[in-house]
Nanobody, 130 residues
């Protein structure tokens, strides 16, 4: 069983920054630091998309083209927490952002491309508007 609690969403002007956090509680034989984690986002009427994913020990990272150079994913395994630093935000970044744990332990690039096999948080709204 996995529980994920996101925080840090809100309203920001274009060009601004936000940092999302997600605390993960894993009740399994394996610990949190053995699973890749990721951030996804979804807008009404569209499919959820992978934004950024990171391997269990932070050795491999994937970013969607739309956020490369603006967003940074990181994780602190001692705190069971994953972060998404979002800079130079644009109106098209407006979405509900979800963190997730990859129960199948895929590579970040593959995991971010597939919606199955993840345990999800409840989501946090990010709105970029002037």
């Amino acid at each position: 069983q996995v529980q994920l609690v996101e925080s840090g969403g809100g309203v920001v002007q274009p060009g601004g920054s936000l940092t999302l956090s997600c605390v993960v509680s894993v009740v399994r034989r394996s610990a949190y630091d053995s699973y890749p984690v990721g951030w996804f986002r979804q807008v009404p009427g569209k499919e959820r998309e992978g934004v950024s994913c990171i391997s269990s020990r932070s050795t491999h990272v994937y970013y969607a083209d739309s956020v490369t150079g603006r967003f940074t994913i990181s994780r602190d395994n001692a705190k069971n927490t994953v972060y998404l630093q979002m800079n130079t935000l644009r109106p098209e970044d407006t979405a509900v952002y979800f963190c997730a744990v990859d129960l199948t332990r895929r590579s970040p690039r593959r995991g971010c491309a597939e919606l199955s096999g993840w345990d999800w948080g409840q989501g946090t709204q990010v709105t970029v508007s002037s």
